[in-house]
């Protein structure tokens, strides 16, 4: 149950994602896949799954479980429906409707050999999906539930009523009862708490078969993965180790590239001085067109290069006298239910706030209600009379897809230098990178893109729903770096470990419906 991958190839519009690129990965193995934003780290799991086309061979002879950013649940079933809805599907089910329809096929049915291969095959595969339907249906879901600290509470539940985090529990819950040989999983992080996120890394752990997880959680990385592919400049490369033996190998090699690089410019230069000091004399002109003939057909090397996002970003806030940005008395929040009561709480100037907590615990909600999108069940909200607030939402909503870049952007500057010059500090440089159609863009992209329009106001008070997701590591330093650097104020939700211990100075907890201090 091998993954085999032989001379893939991928293009997206004009963009050669990979060319030719051939790796293996053994069973068993815990494998992270990382790279910048836009190399093609999803379109590698959904070109294993089939999803996308692709030029090449991918060998995988066994039941996966996919994971997606994108989380497919139908909202009007129950947590349990939906949940038990994927206990009897079968990854082989495509095939056999594709043989079944072959074998009416009357140029088949008269081929004695092919016919024999499908039937063959056919019957190998109603086998498998009898085995995995019994295996699949012996999973004792409350287990699966006690494992995941999973409420009874939300069995009944709609799924249109569940919170982003539940959802995505909703659908690890599916893979841990899919009997699944190989998971692929396309930032699983993103969504859960920091609790739960101990509770996916040992399963990750304990899980017998193969893991393949895009992820740009670092600690994540370090407690499960014995194998990083890096995606960089249409290659993938195999590094054996976790996240930080990766980092030091990576630092390693390219030293000694940079070493190799430089020693050959020198070479070169050295050559080129002895070609000029022989000069053009006919008795002269054989040695110098050899020397010459020998110099350009040595191997040229590339420049070395990390292969790191190398974007500068800067956040101008308006200023402000007043002490205080915002202060919430006796408020509650929720929907038809109050979530978290009673908040009293002063955000001072510059403070950088946190929230955390379980998923579907009201922290997005509180932060709804604060930027106005929706309303308070009680209690009052005050602002500051300077106060600029500026809301980035984890889900993106305020991305027109139907735009390119530059459009989204122009149309709020309306100045064409203003417009590549802030579309160039968050990394699109190229024309052609910022006539892509929103769309089109990876969700890191996406979420870079989203953080600029909430700036361009120079908001004073950012609300900030989970900053860091879809972002890769390098670009996460880079925007930590620039909320150190920023003179308003921050209230964010987050689960990002990395981003709370270096961006936080205050940490608030919600658990039972209140707020409560945190000591970082």
């Known amino acids: 149950m091998d993954i085999i991958v032989k001379r893939l190839s991928i293009t997206m519009g004009k963009n050669e994602l990979f060319r030719d690129e051939s790796f293996g990965i053994a069973y068993g193995s815990k494998v992270g896949i990382i790279g910048r934003n836009g190399v093609g780290k999803t379109t590698l799991l959904k070109a294993i799954i089939g999803k996308t086309d692709y030029n090449g061979e991918i060998t995988c002879n066994a039941r996966i479980g996919y994971f997606a950013q994108h989380i497919d649940v139908d909202p009007h079933l129950t947590f349990l429906e939906e949940l038990e809805k994927g206990l009897n599907q079968s990854t082989h089910q495509k095939r056999i409707a594709e043989i079944e329809a072959l074998m009416g096929d009357e140029k088949i049915y008269n081929d004695v050999k092919k016919l024999t ?36 509470s939300l069995f009944t539940k709609k799924v249109k009523e569940l919170s982003t985090g539940q959802k995505a529990i909703l659908s690890l819950a599916k893979i841990f009862c899919a009997n699944c040989d190989v998971l692929l999983l396309d930032e699983p992080t993103n969504h859960f708490e920091i609790d739960r996120l ?5 399963f990750l752990i304990q899980f017998k078969g193969t893991v393949m997880v895009v992820t740009h959680d670092r600690f994540l990385l370090n407690r499960i993965a014995d194998t990083i592919l890096k995606i960089e400049n249409g290659k993938v490369i195999k590094y ?10 990576r630092l390693e090699q390219f030293d000694a590239q940079s070493k190799a690089f430089d020693n050959e410019q020198n070479y070169r ?14 008795k002269n002109v054989r040695q110098s067109e ?8 040595r191997e040229k090397l590339d420049v070395p290069s990390l292969d790191q996002s190398d974007f500068e970003v800067h956040f101008s806030a308006r200023p402000m006298k007043a002490p205080y940005v915002v202060e919430c008395k006796d408020l509650t929040v929720g929907y038809t239910t109050p979530l978290i009561k009673k908040i009293n709480l002063a955000i001072g100037a510059q403070q950088r706030f946190v929230i955390i907590g379980e998923n579907g615990c009201g922290k997005t909600t509180l932060l709804r209600t604060i930027a106005g999108k929706i309303p308070k069940l009680d209690g009052e909200v005050e602002f500051a009379s300077e106060c600029v607030l500026g809301y980035a939402d984890q889900d993106l909503q305020g991305l027109n897809h139907d735009k390119s870049l530059y459009d989204e952007i122009y149309a709020l500057l309306e100045d064409k230098a203003l417009t590549r010059a802030n579309l160039s500090m968050i990394g699109f440089r190229k024309t052609e990178e910022v006539e892509r159609l929103i769309g089109s863009l990876s969700m890191g992209e996406k979420s870079r893109l989203n953080l600029l329009k909430v700036l361009l106001k120079k908001p004073n008070f950012l609300l900030l729903d989970e900053p860091t997701n879809h972002l890769d590591i390098d670009a996460r330093e880079i925007i930590e ?8 104020t921050i209230l964010a939700v987050s689960h990002d470990r990395y981003f709370i211990q270096k961006v936080a100075n205050r940490i608030v907890k919600v658990e039972n419906k209140t707020m409560v201090n945190v000591k970082k």
């Open 269 to 282: 230069r050295i050559q080129l001085e002895k070609i000029n000091k022989i000069g053009t004399a006919p």
């Open 481 to 488: 770096n620039a909320f150190l650097n920023y003179d308003g």
């Open 240 to 249: 054996n180790g976790d996240y930080d033996t990766y980092k030091r190998a």
């Open 290 to 297: 050899y020397r010459r003939k020998m110099l350009d057909e």
């Open 117 to 152: 291969q499908l039937t063959e095959e056919y019957s190998q595969l109603q086998s498998k999906v009898h085995q995995e339907t019994q295996s699949a249906n012996a999973t004792n879901v409350q287990d699966v539930m006690k494992r995941l600290k999973i409420s009874e």
């Open 198 to 202: 101990a509770i996916l890394e040992e």
